[in-house]
Structure formats: structure tokens, C-alpha cells
């Protein structure tokens, strides 16, 4: 007579306690994440208490941006590559020099931006933004 052996145990994992797990990791996780925050176009606005001043014409670079995303400097056009350069030009020559960008109010929202940017990248500090007509 053969002697048979006793099947060994199953041994199983108890799952009771997975979903318990599985919520405590997805605790962990979201209170640990760390969302990254868009910093957009840093810019400091006027308060309600600032007062107009006048600006001589001499002191005032216009840089207009047409609905057809056309970009001029004091009415000549120029490409946005260049911009950033006849800018520094002519901060160089005029330190009291104040950017004022006019945009139309059909042009598109890129154009307005890369304007902006381009004229931050050549250290303006003084910035007017506006819409025009025409």
C-alpha cells in the first residue's frame, strides 16, 4: 500500500487589505505631487493711485501690430527676428525711451505675445500696452 502524501497547504495572499493599500499609495501620491505653476508674462501694472504723465514724443517708440499680424516701429515694417535688436538700438540711444505696443483688436493673440517678448528680451522696462483702431 502506498503512503500518500498529505497536498501541501495553498498558501494564498489575503486581499482583504488591497484596497486599503491601494487608497493609502493614492494618498501618498497626490499629497506628495507637486504641480508645476505657469509663470506667464511677468509685467507691473499700475495702481489705481498712479497719476498720467506726460511723455515727450521723442521719448516713445511705437511698435503696432496690424489684424494681418504685420508688425511696424514708427510705421516702417519689420520683421519680429529684428525687433528685439532695433529695440536695444534704440534704448542705446535714448534711455528714457518708453515701448508703447498698440495692437489691433483683430490681430492674433500670438503676435501681440511675441511682440511683448521680444521687447523684454531687450531689457525695456518701460512697456504701454494698448489696443488701436485703425
Known amino acids: ?5 498529505a497536498a501541501p497547504p495553498q498558501e494564498e495572499i489575503s486581499q482583504s487589505s488591497l484596497s486599503d493599500i491601494a487608497f493609502l499609495l493614492l494618498v501618498f501620491f497626490i499629497a ?9 508674462i511677468p509685467l507691473i501694472l499700475p495702481g ?3 497719476q498720467k504723465t ?4 521723442k521719448n516713445v517708440l511705437v511698435v503696432t501690430c496690424d489684424a494681418a ?3 511696424f516701429v514708427d510705421d516702417q515694417s519689420i520683421s ?5 535688436d532695433e529695440v536695444e538700438r534704440r ?5 528714457k525711451l518708453v515701448i508703447s505696443i498698440e495692437t489691433h483688436p483683430d490681430a492674433a493673440y500670438d503676435n501681440m505675445v ?6 523684454k528680451q531687450a531689457n525695456a522696462t518701460r512697456i504701454s500696452i494698448k489696443m488701436f483702431r485703425g
Do not use: H, Q, W, Y
Open 48 to 50: 489705481s493711485t498712479s
Open 80 to 84: 519680429i527676428r529684428l525687433l528685439k
Open 91 to 95: 534704448l542705446a540711444e535714448n534711455e
Open 69 to 71: 499680424g504685420t508688425i
Open 54 to 57: 506726460p511723455i515727450n514724443r
Open 32 to 40: 506628495t505631487t507637486i504641480f508645476p505653476t505657469e509663470k506667464g
Open 1 to 5: 500500500m502506498a503512503i500518500r502524501k
Open 114 to 119: 511675441g511682440v511683448l517678448d521680444e521687447v
